[in-house]
């Protein structure tokens, strides 16, 4: 049963559904516990060496630690603290900034062993992001472990847990349940497998298509030098290419790989972009570098490169020529060994890696504590507040101006003129918006990619939802039924290589902090509402699907409903969808044994007298900001029919809506491929 928002729910309640609402059993005050370690706590042990630093905000308590990109032999250990044995949600808090690492990993261990979660430190800084729900024991050793093998800074801040989780019900009920009813409340399904490819990167959800690109990508410092896939292979200006985060590879006609002079006229040869100034080329540099057809031209490369880019400028240890001749390591170009006069050409494959300088270091007009030297095939940046440098993503820049998607303001000013921009077109042949712009090229699998999908499970907290009362004393609640079917849901997604964001994970509403998110000065049902909204579109997904189950004061009615808004500019998607979704769940209702009413893929308009749910909405005095993708409420059975709620007490009918709600949204991407 779904929300409206609060002003719509007062004026359009009516009387019976108020007076089945007042009947509905309340729920209990949760017993969950907040337990937060911070880094400086006595317990955390670190190994390895880790900096103190207060430099960039959004982090917990005096300060944070920091480590620039290591092997995994340094850590970070936050001790599960003394506390009740049970199910917790695990929290993770940093400050993020552009250094960061995109892969920081968190190894979670619980009762059930070690459990390995990446998150990206570059984004959401300074709030608690779930790691995922965990058994945990105290005085077993357990707790959450980050290590320093990332491609960026990795930070070490805090850690919270929250619980223990369980069920909200009244505690006579919940003693009155049937054992197998009981444990299958609680139960989270393990995470999806990562599957055993080498050449897949989660983190995009790309992999390196050529052998040769495969190759050179092992030899020339992989993730550190090139940053993970951020495309497929494909044609671009008549040779194969595929774009990484800070490179982009290039197969030549004779089958050998080089990277692309990024910077150069054409590509990105641009100085500002997401808020950074970055130094022009400078012509005096460029005349002063080694000319092909001069005699050692080789030598005087590297020559060059040691007198423009310094280690110290400026009072500061920006490491820029250690940087670069230490891009590439002798046993990563050599695994079976260095041959003889290997290490002579090794300062050479940082060449291919960097190219040459072209400019001097610049501090950074905006944020004089960032340092920048441009090279012809990439950026390095130091970063005062860790001392670090490393590599910027440029590359991913070449993405968001074909793409037209994630492109900062400052550089789509700068590349109106650009030949690149907005040139990513599905629908049209080659996928090419102006073919004459790119001879030779053919973007039709460039940037496609697995759906990303955001779960809402609707209610949760003191928000129960509908609710029924069996004659055994068993209560079951909308709530706890919802995230039971998304857990399942969001599994069987993930098994299929669907990138899958859950709005909530655990017994909780979504606007924890209490915000006012809508700007009426006040915080309620429907901040809570905006928040789900936010996560779907914070996270650029394709599809938001909100998972309930229905209530209402007649019990005679039940059956399948999925709900949809015809007013959106996506309707006949968002219709689509809600089409497949309610005709899978009802077929595998019946396929599990239970057949009930199918009232079909609806609007919400035509239950609502014109007006919409929060989570369909379009943009309205109420509704600020509005989904951005196709959207669906799915109501599988109604609690209050005793047909229906007899039925998904069965774990077969749980399993079966989660199944069908996985097979409507396959179908729709069938249909629908995303690029």
Known sequence: MFWHSLTLFLRRASVALALLLSTLPLATQSLAAELIVDNSDGAVVLKGKWTTSTTTGGFLGADYLFRTPGDGSSSVTWPFPAGQAGRYEVFARWSAGPNRATNANYQVNSNAGGSAVAVNQKVNGGNWQSLGAFDFQPGKGQGITLTDKADGVVVADAIRFVGPQGSSAPAAAQQAAAPAQQAAVVITPPPAPVPNDARFFQQTGYRIGEDAFWDYFRVRGG???????????????????????????????????????????????????????????????????????????????????????????????????????????????????????????????????????????????????????????????????????????????????????????????????????????????????????????????????????????????????????????????????????????????????????????????????????TGDGRVTLSDDLQARVDVANSTGSDIFVAVHFNGISDPNIKGTYVFFDPDRPFADRSKALAELVDQSVTKSLKDAGYTTTDHGATTDTSVLGGDHYYLLSPKTDAVPRPSQMPAIIGEALFLTNEDDANAIRKEAIVGAVARGYAEGIKGYFARFPVN
């Not at 896939?229 to 030549?252: A, D």
């Not at 809402?456 to 039971?484: M, W």
């Not at 909530?504 to 509403?509: G, K, P």
Request: aromatic share 8%; hydrophobic share 35%.
């Open 223 to 517: 993730v550190r030098s090139f940053g993970y896939p951020v495309s497929n292979v494909f044609m671009l200006f008549g040779m194969k290419v595929q774009i990484f985060q800070r490179q982009i590879l290039q197969l030549r006609p004779d089958g050998g790989v080089q990277t692309m002079n990024i910077l150069d006229e054409g590509l990105l040869p641009y100085t500002h972009m997401n808020g950074s100034t970055f130094p022009a080329p400078d012509p005096k540099v460029i005349n002063q570098s080694p000319k092909p057809d001069a005699p050692d031209y080789h030598a005087k490369t590297l020559d060059f490169v040691r007198a423009v880019a310094p280690d110290n400028w400026d009072g500061e240890p920006v490491n820029f020529a250690r940087t670069f001749f230490g891009s590439v390591r002798s046993d990563e170009a050599y695994p079976n060994g260095v041959p003889d006069g290997g290490d002579v050409l090794l300062p050479y494959f940082n060449l291919e890696i960097w190219g040459l300088p072209t400019s001097t270091p610049m501090h950074d007009p905006t944020n004089p504590s960032f340092i920048y030297q441009r090279f012809q095939r990439g950026i390095m940046h130091y970063d005062k507040g860790c001392g670090c440098t490393q590599g910027l993503l440029l590359a991913d820049y070449v993405k968001a101006l074909m793409t037209q998607r994630n492109l900062p303001a400052d550089l789509a000013d700068q590349a109106k003129g650009s030949k690149l921009i907005g040139q990513y077109k599905p629908g049209q042949p080659q996928s090419i918006a102006r073919p004459n712009d790119l001879p030779g090229s053919d973007l039709s699998n460039s940037f496609r990619r697995e759906p990303v999908v955001t779960l809402d499970a609707g209610h949760g907290g003191t928000e129960i939802g509908a609710s029924h009362a069996y004659p055994d004393g068993t209560v079951i609640q909308e709530k706890e039924l919802n995230l039971r079917v998304m857990l399942r849901l969001r599994d069987l997604l993930q098994q299929a290589g669907y990138q899958v964001t859950p709005t909530r994970t655990r017994d909780a509403q979504v606007n924890s902090d209490k915000k006012d998110l």
